[in-house]
């Protein structure tokens, strides 16, 4: 989605007092003027496409917090794996060259996954930063962030499971961003789903709209 087209899209929501979570894509100053122009927050993920930024905050961590009040840290055991994620805030902005280009923005964050995975004895580690014009409350981002992952893995997974996001070999211009947009368009329908009393999987229900046009036509209330 476009610069412009994201900004519309967000213009016409009712956003208040909800917490936007952005991928790096979105880490652009209009895009939060407008969030906070929504009476929003936003947390916006940085990434070296805004180099500049992505050095400073990354400088700005480089001495361990001691202020344990801004450190939040949690540990999930599950699925062959243990998971340790550590989530470090800071509210003093000086190591950003520009920090007031960016409306409301008021801390940055550091959040750091630790990975062990069971049956291969590998540990996996990534670090990720954001921008937030949340106060410094580590755990008030760190859920938020894991709540947008949450939700973007789970989208992923159905993508690519359900629909076979994965093995589309759709290259020319937009179609493939076109396509991906019907296909989310389409599972948010087959979510939604309530007609059938007996509870069906998203493959399982793409597989009887194609067979049955009653069916088909009623995920559309028609």
């Known amino acids: 989605m476009k610069l412009r087209q994201s900004q519309n899209f967000l213009k016409v929501l009712d956003l208040e007092n909800a917490i936007i979570t952005i991928d790096a894509m979105g880490c652009q100053t209009d895009i939060a003027e407008v969030i906070i122009e929504q009476k929003a927050d936003y947390i916006l993920a940085v990434k070296e496409n805004q180099k500049e930024l992505y050095q400073d905050i990354e400088s700005a961590f480089l001495i361990p917090s001691k202020d344990k009040s801004k450190i939040y840290i949690t540990e999930e055991v599950g699925s062959g794996r243990v998971e340790k994620r550590t989530c470090t805030v800071m509210d003093d902005l000086s190591h950003l060259l520009n920090p007031t280009k960016w409306n409301s923005l008021q801390s940055i964050a550091k959040i750091e996954s630790e990975r062990f995975i069971k049956s291969t004895g590998k540990t996996q580690k990534s670090t990720r930063f954001y921008i937030t014009s949340l106060p410094c409350d580590a755990k008030k981002i760190a859920d938020a962030v894991r709540s947008h992952w949450k ?63 009653h069916y088909l036509l009623s995920l559309f209330n028609f």
């Open 151 to 213: 939700i973007e893995n789970n989208l992923h997974w159905h993508l690519d499971v359900s629909f076979g996001e994965d093995k589309s070999r759709k290259r020319h211009k937009n179609a493939a961003q076109n396509f991906s947009s019907v296909l989310k368009l389409s599972l948010k329908i087959l979510l939604n789903e309530t007609i059938s009393p007996v509870k069906k999987s998203v493959r399982r229900k793409r597989k009887i709209a194609g067979w049955d046009n």
